[in-house]
């Protein structure tokens, strides 16, 4: 039995992807007095001399520069408040569906969805202004002691794990009770992956960019433009000229107007019109005439 395939998923990467800063480096370093040069300098030699996971080494680090602040998710997440974002990306979360829809989709009950898919914190995620416009929001957790203090890594989301967060969206299984390995034919995915549409920056979403190419989805590499380096812009070059992994860049400046909004607008009309088509032709399809005189 098939099922309604009317969402339209905008899903983002969050550091270097929505916000120019890593989240740690925006509200949780500052509060607690962290060095950001040491702390990394000691989360690569675990990486580098000790062959730890990455994400891992990450939230060990976390826990033994916490630790004596008894820090609990709570704190992460009012800390969450404080995170700061490119220009219009709170716009976007707000306008776009307005923007892009037209009566005839609302009335097929086309809509637009937002997700965030992160190897940063949950915690901070989930405090900050744009939890509440978005579906879902999946990244690194801390478990808690019995006085609610982080102990220990929960779970981790590493830039290869991402891709299981595609599909669970595609699968609308967003509770991690659900088995994603579960066997759905196409036409019962809530979300098929034509419909979606996937933002990052940069080698850590090459998987997620990988799939989305694969199964038919769309993909835009942002790139800070205020980054005189240029390492910025060079990691979306690559992925668009050399490695083909996606078919547009665009400086992360979400405001109306720009070039990045100008393409995630024309993205959701297209499959917007596309679905409606469809929704047309099986209607068609259904129909017998009626005998003639």
């Known amino acids: 039995m098939s099922v309604p395939q009317n969402i339209i998923a905008l899903v983002y990467d969050y550091d270097q ?21 040491q702390f990394w300098r000691k989360c690569n030699l675990l990486v580098k001399e000790r062959d730890w996971d990455g994400e891992l080494a990450y939230m060990k680090c976390l826990l033994d520069y916490l630790g004596m602040d008894h820090v609990t998710n709570h704190d992460l997440t009012e800390l969450g408040q404080g995170l700061s974002y490119y220009p219009g990306v709170e716009d976007l979360f707000d306008e776009i569906e307005v923007q892009c829809l037209k009566p005839e989709h609302d009335a097929a009950g086309i809509k ?19 939890s509440g416009r978005v579906r879902a929001i999946f990244g690194c957790e801390f478990g808690e002691d019995e006085n609610g203090r982080i ?35 196409p036409e019962t995915r809530p979300i098929p992956f034509q419909n979606m549409i996937y933002v990052g920056d940069g080698p850590t979403d090459v998987p997620c960019f ?5 199964n038919g989805g769309h993909a835009i590499a942002v790139y800070n433009p205020t980054d005189q380096t240029g390492k910025s812009f060079r990691k979306c070059y690559q992925l668009i000229t050399h490695a083909e992994r996606v078919k547009h860049i665009a400086p992360a400046d979400y405001r109306k107007g720009s070039h990045l909004r100008l393409v995630l607008e024309e993205m959701v009309k297209e499959v917007a019109d596309r679905i409606l088509q469809e929704h047309v032709d099986d209607g068609q399809q259904g129909r017998v005439a009626a005998p003639g005189f």
């Not at 637009?112 to 744009?130: D, R």
């Not at 990988?210 to 694969?214: D, F, G, L, R």
Request: proline residues 6%; glycine residues 4%; hydrophobic residues 30%.
């Open 17 to 37: 992807t929505l916000s120019p800063a890593y989240m740690q480096d925006d509200v949780l370093f500052p509060k607690y007095g962290i060095d950001p040069e």
């Open 112 to 130: 637009v969805e937002h997700y965030i898919v992160s190897s940063g914190l949950q915690a901070l995620l989930k405090g900050s202004s744009l």
């Open 151 to 185: 102990n220990f890594p929960k779970r981790t989301v590493s830039h290869t794990t991402k891709t299981q967060y595609l599909f669970r969206i595609n699968k609308g299984m967003l509770d991690h009770h659900d088995d994603v390995n579960d066997h759905m034919p």
């Open 210 to 214: 990988t799939v989305m190419k694969k």
